[in-house]
C-alpha cells in the first residue's frame, strides 16, 4: 500500500509563493497520477489539479489555473505543489492523493490519500 506524506504547509502573507510536497513510500508511486485537493473549514473537499504518471501531463482547477503548478521528481518519489500569488482564499488544508485515472477530479477516483498539510494565508 502506498503512503503518501505531505509536507511545506505553513503561514503566508497574500501575494506570497509556497511549495508543497507529498512523498510516496513505494517506487511505484511512478504508476500513479497524483492529486492535490484541499478543503477549508466549513466547506467541501475540492479538486487543485493532477499530474499523470509520465508527469508530463497537468490538469488544474480554474480558480488556481496559472498560479499553481504540479511537478514530480520520480527519483525522489515526490510531487510538488508550487503555490504563487496565495490569497486569503486559498487557506485550506491540502491533501496529496494517488489514483489509477487521469485526469481525475474527484475524490473518488483516487485510491491513496496524505494525512494534508495546513496552509494559511493571511496579512
Known amino acids: 500500500q502506498v503512503q503518501l506524506v505531505e509536507s511545506g504547509g505553513g503561514l503566508v502573507q497574500p501575494g506570497d509563493s509556497l511549495r508543497l510536497s507529498c512523498a510516496a513510500s513505494?517506487?511505484?508511486?511512478?504508476?500513479?497520477?497524483m492529486g492535490w485537493f484541499r478543503q477549508a473549514p466549513g466547506k467541501e473537499r475540492e479538486f487543485v489539479g493532477a499530474?499523470?504518471?509520465?508527469?508530463?501531463?497537468?490538469y488544474y482547477a480554474e480558480s488556481v489555473q496559472g498560479r499553481f503548478t504540479i511537478s514530480t521528481d520520480n527519483a525522489k518519489k515526490t510531487v510538488y505543489l508550487q503555490m504563487n500569488s496565495l490569497t486569503p482564499e486559498d487557506t485550506a488544508v491540502y491533501y496529496c492523493?494517488?489514483?489509477?485515472?487521469?485526469?481525475?477530479?474527484?475524490?473518488?477516483?483516487?485510491?491513496?490519500w496524505g494525512q494534508g498539510t495546513q496552509v494559511t494565508v493571511s496579512a
Open positions: 492523493a494517488g489514483g489509477r485515472q487521469y485526469p481525475a477530479v474527484y475524490r473518488g477516483q483516487y485510491d491513496y
Open positions: 499530474i499523470d504518471w509520465s508527469g508530463t501531463n497537468t
Open positions: 513505494e517506487r511505484t508511486f511512478v504508476n500513479y497520477a
